[in-house]
């Protein structure tokens, strides 16, 4: 896809978020982009190469959290992959102070790669185990934010997330279609984390199809220290 070809779409497509790309911001999405199509075929960044594909289930997905993002905040982005959707929110949200976190170092290699080609500050990369992670005094209860595209049931996700965000913060999960089940069933796991569902909304993604979920978490109470559980636990045993 060319350049101006590539800007057209993604203007047209976040401009359905209310969202304005500057010509700068949609350039540094293009280069994001080929960034990552050309690290995929070294090592396993998305099964999404189609470049329509990777505008709309990359990046226009990960923006669709902004505006419930307060002005500022810090944030953190679980299980961030190839860097979604704490880059794409970067590139637009210059004021969010960002910290990647992923489990795969050749990840946060191609993470630092975007970050230096993109001239992107304010945002940090950090190669650890969530679990483990959000017991390092340093980062727990440190963010106002907390989110991940991570594909985890709820339980289990708010275990991950809810640790890392100070009394007063939010966690954003985001999920597909079809999540009452998921509510219902991680209400005692929220509550025993210290949040409280404050929001659910349901939305199709602009210009398509596709069901997504966005679930707001207040995190209202101090998380328990034996949150997060010890590597593997939370997903194996979600608490119940």
């Given amino acids: 896809m060319l350049k101006e070809d590539f800007e057209k779409e993604i203007v047209g497509y976040v401009e359905e978020l209310g969202i304005k790309l500057s010509k700068e911001q949609a350039g540094m999405f293009f280069n994001y982009m080929n960034l990552l199509l050309e690290w995929n075929e070294k090592i396993n960044l998305t099964a999404i190469t189609e470049e329509k594909e990777v505008i709309v289930k ?22 961030t992959g190839a860097g979604f959707p704490g880059i794409p929110l970067k590139i637009i949200r210059d004021d ?46 440190s963010f106002e934010v907390a989110t991940s595209r991570a594909v985890a049931n709820l339980s289990t996700l708010t275990e991950y997330l809810l ?21 219902e069933t991680s209400k005692k796991a929220i509550n025993v984390l210290g949040g409280k569902v404050s929001n659910v909304f349901e939305f199709d993604l602009p210009k398509t199809d596709i069901k997504r979920n966005l679930v707001i978490v207040d ?12 590597p593997g636990m939370p997903s194996k045993e979600p608490i119940k």
């Fill in 96 to 141: 969010l102070k960002i910290t990647l976190l992923d489990s795969l170092q050749k990840r946060i290699n191609f993470l630092d790669v975007v970050i230096k080609e993109l001239k992107l500050k304010n945002i940090e990369t950090i190669h650890a185990r969530v679990e483990e992670f959000g017991k390092n005094s340093k980062y727990r209860e």
């Fill in 163 to 183: 640790p890392l965000v100070k009394v007063g913060g939010i966690a954003v999960c985001m999920k597909g279609s079809s999540i009452e089940e998921e509510l």
């Fill in 219 to 230: 995190k209202i109470n101090k998380t328990p220290s034996k949150y997060p559980r010890k």
């Fill in 58 to 79: 990359h990046f226009v997905d990960s923006l669709t959290i902004s505006k419930y993002i307060p002005e500022g905040a810090s944030l953190i982005d679980v299980g």
